[in-house]
């Protein structure tokens, strides 16, 4: 009886305490933001990488003052149409390069960290299928070739047939003429031909190296390009 006594007066005591009852305690008003997801909206932001033509796309200019100067940053797909045909293998490729960069980042740091200058660094031998004696060559005056661009003696193919590569650092693609053609110009070596190659296979319209051109065709399953250049020519 005395113990029920203590627990009855212990709860009274507990119940008249200004902190017994959370029910008589105020509450501070909680002010909540929401904002609404723009489904379409982030969809059509996904699918702009797949749409983008450098040049279609309009340039906005930037104001700047004598004193100072004003740059706009562009990602990389923002300034090159993507190879990829969906987002999952966009982000994929994203992710790889960052991971790429991150590894990088952390081996220079590693460097930095146990003193070691990179000049004291010696290559590894991964035993890779070309050495680099393998594939050095000569640079010639294209004189002799009737241009005035330089060339470099090159082996194409599995045997290799040598052939002359102007040095042209005003395009990303190298090309040659390849038998048959409609309409092949004189050239000092022999027209390559493909059926003589064992390494040699066209390029699918779905490569990469194909989806990369400005102007590509897809004819047969095979990719067909076209390149023009400064001088109103092409190929």
Not at 64 to 86: G, K
Not at 89 to 108: G, I, K, M, N
């Amino acid at each position: 009886m005395w113990l029920l006594f203590h627990v009855l007066s212990a709860a009274l005591l507990f119940a008249s305490s200004p902190f017994g009852d959370s029910r008589t305690t105020p509450h501070a008003s909680i002010s909540v933001t929401t904002t609404t997801l723009d489904v379409s909206a982030s969809i059509q932001n996904t699918l702009k990488p797949f749409s983008f033509d450098p040049r279609t796309t309009p340039q906005s200019l930037i104001s700047s003052s004598s004193s100072s100067l004003a740059l706009q940053l562009h990602s990389r797909t923002s300034v090159q149409r993507t190879s990829h045909n969906d987002y999952k293998s966009l982000t994929l490729a994203r992710l790889e390069r960052d991971s790429a960069r991150v590894r990088s980042l952390s081996a220079r740091l590693d460097l930095a960290i146990r003193g070691i200058a990179t000049s004291d660094l010696k290559p590894l031998d991964s035993g890779s299928e070309f050495e680099a004696e393998e594939i050095q060559g000569p640079i010639v005056s294209g004189s002799s070739q009737g241009s005035g661009e330089y060339f470099s003696r090159v082996g194409i193919g599995k045997p290799p047939s040598q052939v002359y590569m102007v040095l042209d650092t005003g395009s990303d693609v190298n090309w040659l003429q390849c038998a048959p053609c409609a309409d092949c110009y004189q050239q000092a070596d022999p027209i390559f031909e493909p059926t003589s190659s064992s390494s040699y296979s066209p390029l699918t319209c779905n490569t990469k190296q194909c989806q990369s051109l400005d102007e590509s065709e897809c004819r047969n399953n095979t990719c067909l390009y076209e390149v023009s250049y400064g001088d109103g020519s092409y190929t």
